[in-house]
């Protein structure tokens, strides 16, 4: 498997190599379509001059010209009829057309820089052919020549040419040099990253990654610690979870085997019989609700697919729930007070809704003493439906708030457990909550009350 490292490498090789080849195709391209003919009347102002010294000096043509090509000049003078004279550096190619030197004979001028095709992979400026050339008819000791020339690249531009391609290699050299280096500064903290999430995998959540970088690579990292921070907060809790339950399912069922062996293996009184059995029964009573809350639990992980949402009055809503726990209320001599306005509708799934106010009409009877009160509000605002749930109880400890609402999490243990209650039920309210898009928080003090607000979304 090819290391991200080499792949880096190879990626710049080619975009050095791509970026090269468009580079040189468009300065290919603006040569032909905008420096070309530029070139070309350049050239013919320079061979017009070289026509007029000829013409002016006839005695001297043949110096001249020779001077002319030792200063950078490649140049073919013929007559048209056999007699053809090279100064300077031989054309690589002489594909000169015989109607080109008679067009020059002619009088015309010849603009074969201008008509040079157009190649994609050939700059015209440097392909030395006779044809790649400027002719213009020049008069020299009652003679016609046709005379063709065109620069000498490699004696005008010989040392620049060898300078700018060692720059253009020396620079292509250094940035890969310089950009496999600098990759280890990309590529080492992925490294660090893929080892931390093998250790992630093995289950060691204790990592400390570099977070000084402002970069995304830095981002990353940061990320990359919250996560594996929540990881862990996540398998603490289900093996907490899985504690909890064990224990929850395990206290019951040692009561019940316990008790049903004194049942069958003693000759018990009537009475103290009927007190076994009454255990047997609260105790399996409990498991039953246990199982149902677990089982509601893991329905409402499903998320919001599991709710069947419709509009429905909320003081008719608290109302049944109010009326299904009014023997409690009564019981314990508790006044109800319901601030609810008719005018309130709320849209979620009815019937999970009614275990949210049951479980919190339910905790504030159980847990108040009696003589109390409890209090139902509920206004709608801007974007919410806010229902609140206070009693004049005595209150939650501060430290026990942030846990209210985890899974099996009591306040108060021992007397939790003796009234068969599974400390699941808050967990279920936020999840239900939550579910509808809505928050759910508590507020209380020691001998002030408990106050729980419930915040949903007015849709």
Same mark, same amino acid.
Request: charged fraction near 10%.
């Given at each position: 498997m090819k290391s991200l490292y080499f792949r880096v490498f190879l990626i710049t090789a080619a975009v050095i190599l791509v970026s090269s080849v468009i580079g040189f195709l468009v300065s290919n391209l603006y040569y032909h379509m905008k420096l070309k003919s530029f070139n070309d009347e350049k050239l013919v102002g320079i061979a017009r001059q070289m026509k007029s010294f000829i013409e002016t000096e006839p005695a001297g043509m043949e110096r001249y010209l020779q001077n002319a090509a030792s200063l950078g000049y490649e140049i073919y003078l013929t007559n048209g009829q056999g007699e053809a004279h090279f100064y300077g550096r031989s054309f690589r190619e002489r594909d000169l057309d015989q109607r080109a030197v008679a067009l020059v004979l002619g009088g015309e001028v010849y603009h074969g820089v201008a008509q040079f095709p157009n190649k994609?992979?050939?700059?015209?400026?440097?392909?030395?052919? !006779?044809?790649?050339?400027? =002719?213009? !008819?020049?008069?020299?000791? =009652?003679?016609?020549?046709?005379?063709?020339?065109?620069?000498d690249v490699l004696l005008q531009f010989g040392e620049l040419r060898t300078f700018f391609a060692l720059v253009g290699l020396y620079t292509v050299i250094i940035s890969i040099l310089f950009f496999l280096i600098s990759t280890r500064y990309l590529v080492k903290p992925i490294t660090r990253l893929t080892e931390a999430t093998k250790r992630i995998a093995q289950g060691n959540y204790n990592l400390r990654l570099p977070t000084r970088r402002r970069d995304e690579i830095g981002q990353l990292a940061e990320h990359f610690m919250t996560m594996s921070k929540e990881l862990e907060r996540v398998d603490q809790t289900r093996q907490q979870f899985v504690s909890n339950v064990s224990h929850e399912i395990q206290s019951p069922l040692t009561s019940i085997q316990g008790f049903a062996a004194v049942l069958r293996e003693q000759e018990l009184p009537s009475e103290e019989r009927r007190h076994y059995a009454d255990i047997i029964e609260a105790e399996s009573r409990h498991l039953s609700i246990l199982s149902k809350q677990l089982l509601l639990l893991s329905s409402l992980e499903q998320g919001e697919e599991a709710l069947n949402k419709k509009h429905f009055s909320l003081y008719k809503h608290i109302r049944q729930a109010v009326q299904v726990l009014q023997w409690q209320l009564e019981e314990k001599d508790l006044l109800l007070k319901l601030s609810v306005p008719d005018s309130i509708t709320l849209y979620g799934d009815e019937v999970l809704l009614q275990q949210v106010w049951m479980n919190l009409l339910g905790n504030a009877i159980n847990y108040i003493p009696p003589g109390r009160s409890i209090e139902v509000h509920a206004e709608k605002t801007?974007?919410?439906i806010v229902v609140s749930v206070s009693d004049t109880g005595d209150g939650i400890p501060p430290e026990h708030l942030p846990f209210l609402f985890d899974r099996f999490y009591r306040v108060d243990r021992a007397r939790e457990r003796t009234s068969g209650r599974t400390g699941l039920g808050l967990a279920i309210v936020k999840k239900i909550v939550q579910l509808h898009g809505g928050e759910i928080e508590a507020a209380s003090s020691p001998g002030a009350g408990t106050s729980i607000t419930v915040r949903l979304p007015d849709l």
């Open positions: 994609p992979f050939i700059t015209g400026f440097f392909d030395n052919r !006779l044809s790649n050339t400027v =002719g213009v !008819l020049v008069q020299s000791s =009652g003679k016609s020549y046709a005379l063709f020339m065109r620069p801007l974007s919410h």
